[in-house]
């Protein structure tokens, strides 16, 4: 038998009442928001092939890898503060703790989806855990590794800013358009827009950028980006996210990790004609490992 959490996936057509039981005390094992178990109720109760299929391939994405576990719920982090779901929000604190991440390090999560969530995403972050993250204490066990090649390099995402002055310097615009240029190969519109109508806003905000991250891999950032482009349906967003990913050393099956976990939990099969129009071409030219 091919058991997954509880649940014959050998056997999709047929579902005792042990292996829904057997399932739904694995999931309570965690002790954790009863989301997961109600929402897993549902399926089984009134769907179970289709539950046993979400299981399968939530297998890909999370659960029982270690490292998966971690990069799903980094991401989740992001966009449930985008999308204002406080129930997840902690779901994710618990996870990303019980799995070995401290809280200086959750932040660092939550402080770079403030660049995209705003004082909103804060809101729903405070209400979710805010009264009892002073008493986290370390995390009860060590952090499953990063991917292979990942690294912590708070320097990458300097551009060598001015930050004595407000006033966006003939030498900061050097250095923050050469930054682009080294990395992605092109500055950005958006980047371009803002330093010709608001360059002390493009200056600021990108400051924030280069602080936000600062002990976990760089590399989460672009994996991050990736989901939150896919959602959004931005295409210069998401060809950027996939560009910044190669530059930075991730490997082609983590750019498609990213974008088709996204497609699970966020926007069916129909968030691929983006990746397909502009990250496509951006994987046919990839490095070799």
Known sequence: MESSEGLNIGDIEHTGAEEVNAHLTKVWSWRGPLYEMYANSLMLDYAPDFAKLHRWQSDFFGRPNLTNVILLSSCNIHSYMMLGWETGILNEFITLRRNGMPKEQLMELVMFAQLYAGMRGLGHVFRAVGETLPAYGP?????????????????????????????LTEADLANLTGWYERTIGFVPESIRFGLKYHPQFVKVNRAKWEVAIRTLPKQIVP????????????????????????????????????????TVYFTGMEGLYNAMAVVDPVLEDWPAS
């Not at 995390?139 to 001015?162: E, S, T």
Request: proline fraction near 10%.
């Open 139 to 167: 995390p009860p066990v060590p952090l499953p590794p990063f991917p292979a090649g990942w690294d912590v390099d708070p320097a990458a995402f300097r551009a060598g800013l001015d930050l004595s002055t407000r006033e």
């Open 223 to 262: 994996y991050i980006l990736l989901r939150h482009h896919t959602i959004t349906g931005n295409k210069e967003g998401l060809r950027e996210a996939a560009l910044l990913g190669r530059a930075w050393g991730m490997s082609r099956e983590q750019v498609v990790q990213s974008i088709t976990g996204t």
